[in-house]
Nanobody
Framework: QVQLVESGGGLVQPGGSLRLSCAAS????????MSWHRRAPGKERELVAA??????????NYADSVKGRFTISRDNAKKMVFLQMNSLKPEDTAVYYC?????????WGQGTQVTVSS
């Protein structure tokens, strides 16, 4: 079955960096688009970044709020997707999830907490 496991969250000061990882299993990873989402306290979940499949050139896309600060990447051999987050702001505080749609079904990991605070 499809499984996604995020890691790498934590507490960081404003201006700091974190790298989130998502390990995937249960599907042919390289064939699927992957994405990172987040849910901040009291807010709806939002798309942060996405990367297309290897066969479509691994094209990336970002929410306006994170452009220039976050970078999504993938390692198809390791079946992992990453989110490098730089210049973090308090408003980036949220639970971050990776996601994939396989056969029209959306799958989510358990999430990893990112807290940006001094």
């Amino acid at each position: 079955q499809v499984q996604l496991v995020e890691s790498g969250g934590g507490l960081v000061q404003p201006g700091g960096s974190l790298r989130l990882s998502c390990a995937a299993s249960g599907f042919t990873f390289s064939n699927y688009h992957m994405s990172w989402h987040r849910r901040a306290p009291g807010k709806e979940r939002e798309l942060v970044a996405a990367i297309t499949s290897a066969g479509t050139g691994a094209v990336t896309n970002y929410a306006d709020s994170v452009k220039g600060r976050f970078t999504i990447s993938r390692d198809n051999a390791k079946k992992m997707v990453f989110l490098q987050m730089n210049s973090l702001k308090p408003e980036d505080t949220a639970v971050y999830y990776c996601s994939v749609v396989v056969h029209f079904l959306s799958y989510w990991g358990q999430g990893t907490q990112v807290t940006v605070s001094s």
